[in-house]
């Protein structure tokens, strides 16, 4: 194991994906069993996410389901990866956190985003409109305020129980994300690995503006992306297929499907179109056996200079998911992972 990757933590978020074959309950279960392995393996993190009326997706209530994970695991640190702040009022966000960090003191981060519904009825289903995510800076300043104590907007108004309370932020690069976690001196998450040079001009741009606050005294780089470990470089890409598939097909038909069996998948007559998609959602991807993914973890931390990686890997086999993740565990010499 190299000394870099074993100074780095290593985290996973989970989308809650549904599968063919089975249901949103299940996916929801689903999330809650692979937070139970990631904590045996010694993640250090396990975030799930919001997403709203996506048929591929179970993931509506993040803190809802935060709160399922955290119940079924004793020390894996929880949160949201994330919250869409412009889809809530700052105040109701405050007391959630506040209600979850009360019931697992120490192990809740409330990981923030700047994303709405993605269209017209979802977003007047949500009480929201599309330029909501403009004032995402004015929101969460809002909402530390509503943390910290320190809001003047509403008199004699608290957010009980989370004022005074300490829950980590964090601020999902989305838009000019890093920008406004720099800004307000906050962690920042950013992805995705694909993207390495956006990847590093996001995180370049972040230190240089950074501001230290009472939440972090200087800046903290969480790297997402998908991360796929197998025994050999075959069966890792067989990891990215099902994924590729949906993404592909929801940008040729425009609906994102449950995940399908990678053999599935690969007997598919696609069009020209979907293949094309298809074949760019293979690529650029941390993938292949347990040396070709150390070498090319060891190439993101040093072009990132990253504190953290976050896993977003979604798979229709979960075996095979769960498997990965114990090798990358080895890879990062984590708790059982060397085992």
Known sequence: MSPLIGSTRFSFLDRSRTREGSDGPQALRDTVALARTAEALGYHRFWVSEHHSVPGVAGSAPTVLAAAVASATSSIRVGTGGVMLPNHQPFVVAEQFGVLASLFPGRVDMG??????????????????????????????????WMDGTQQAFPQVHAHPAEGLSVPPFVLATGGGARIAAEAGLPLVVGDLRGRDRLVRAVEEYRAAFRPSSWAREPYVVVAGTVAVAGSAREARRLLVPEAWSMA?????GSFPPLAPAERVEALGMTEKERALFEEGLRGHVAGTEDTVAAELELVLEDTGADEVLVTTS?????????????????????????
């Not at 700047?114 to 809002?142: M, P």
């Open 112 to 145: 923030l985003g700047r994303s709405v519904g993605f269209t017209d009825g979802i977003r007047r289903a949500l009480g929201r409109g599309k330029d909501d995510a403009d004032d995402f800076a004015g929101q969460l300043t809002e909402l530390l305020g």
């Open 249 to 253: 097909y929801a940008r040729t038909h």
């Open 315 to 339: 798979t229709h086999d979960r075996e095979a998911l769960e498997d990965s993740l114990r090798r990358l565990a080895r890879i990062a010499g984590l708790g059982a992972g060397h085992l």
